[in-house]
C-alpha cells in the first residue's frame, strides 16, 4: 500500500508525523517554523483520509514501519498517536523516540471493543448517510475540542477545510478500520517496549490526561508532559509550548538529564 507524505523541515532528526481523524498530511505545517531547523519531517496522510484508499489495522502498521527506512522520532497525534504506539511495538528497532499526543493503548476488555466498533459504525453510517460537511460540524462541537474554538478565525477556517476536504466514505473507513474498536489491546506490549516516549497532554483533556497517566505507568521509559489549560489537540492550541517540549525530548543529553521534564 503506498501512503501519500508531504515533507517539511531541513534538520538533522528522522521524523515521521501522523495526524488525526479528520486530518491530514498538512495538519503539522505550521509546526514547520517551530522544529523545521532541528527534523526532517515527513507527514503521513493515513488511509481513509485525502487520497490514501482505506486500510486495515494491521495493514496500515505495517505500510508506516516500511516508510521508516532509517531509525525515525515517530510523532503520531489521537488517532495518529494510536498507530504510532503500534508501530513501535511491531517494529522498536526502527525507532528512535516516540511522541505521543493524546494517546490511548487501545480498551482491555473484548466487551468494550466490541461496543466500540458498534459505536464506531453508528458514526460512520451518519457520515455516510449525511456527508462531510454535516459530520464535521458535528465534530468540530464536541466537548474535547473546546480548546480549538478559541482559536483565531483564519486557523479555524484552514482546519476546517481541512476536515472537509475528506470524503465520506473514506472518514468512515477510518473509523471502521482505525478507530478504537478496530486497535488491538496494546498494554500487553508496553512493558517490554523501551523507546524513550513523550506522552503529551492537555489539563482540560481529562480522559486522555488520565490515560497518559496509565501509559506513563506501564513504559519503562515513558515521560509525561500535561499543558496547562489545553484541551484535546496541544500541538494546535499551544503550539509553541508543545515544540519547546519536543525540542526538548530530542536534545542529545536528554536521557541523562529528564528532570527538565515535568512529572
Not at 496522510?45 to 505495517?62: F, I, K, N, Q, R
Not at 483565531?152 to 482546519?159: H, I, S
Request: hydrophobic letters at 40%; one cysteine or more.
Amino acid at each position: 500500500m503506498k501512503l501519500n507524505v508531504h515533507e517539511w523541515g531541513r534538520g538533522e532528526t528522522n521524523a515521521l508525523f501522523l495526524h488525526g481523524f479528520t486530518g491530514s498530511a498538512r495538519s503539522f505545517d505550521h509546526l514547520e517554523p517551530l522544529l523545521g531547523d532541528v527534523l526532517s519531517a515527513r507527514c503521513v496522510e493515513l488511509p481513509g483520509h485525502g487520497h490514501t484508499p482505506p486500510a486495515s489495522w494491521d495493514e496500515t502498521v505495517e505500510a508506516i514501519g516500511a516508510l521508516i527506512d532509517r531509525r525515525a522520532v515517530l510523532i503520531g497525534y489521537s488517532q495518529g498517536a494510536r498507530i504510532a504506539l503500534a508501530v513501535a511495538a511491531r517494529f522498536p528497532e526502527r525507532v528512535e523516540r516516540l511522541v505521543l499526543e493524546s494517546c490511548a493503548a487501545g480498551l482491555r476488555r473484548r466487551h468494550d471493543r466490541v461496543l466500540r466498533r458498534r459505536a464506531d459504525e453508528d458514526l460512520a453510517q451518519t457520515i455516510n448517510a449525511h456527508g462531510v460537511d454535516a459530520f464535521v460540524s458535528h465534530w468540530e462541537g464536541l466537548p474535547m475540542f473546546e480548546g480549538l474554538r478559541s482559536l483565531p478565525e483564519r486557523e479555524q477556517q484552514a482546519l476546517r477545510s481541512r476536515r472537509v476536504s475528506h470524503t465520506a466514505d473514506g472518514l468512515a473507513s477510518a473509523l471502521r478500520l482505525l478507530g478504537q474498536g478496530a486497535q488491538p489491546d496494546l498494554f500487553p506490549q508496553l512493558q517490554g517496549l523501551r523507546v524513550p516516549t513523550l506522552l503529551l497532554s492537555g489539563t482540560e483533556d481529562v480522559k486522555y490526561t488520565r490515560l497518559a497517566r496509565q501509559l506513563a505507568a506501564e513504559l519503562p521509559m515513558g515521560w509525561r508532559v500535561s499543558f496547562s489549560g489545553v484541551g484535546h489537540a496541544p500541538h494546535l492550541e499551544c503550539p509553541a509550548a508543545y515544540a519547546a517540549e519536543v525540542r526538548s525530548f530530542l536534545a542529545p543529553r536528554w536521557l541523562a538529564e529528564p528532570q527538565g521534564l515535568a512529572p
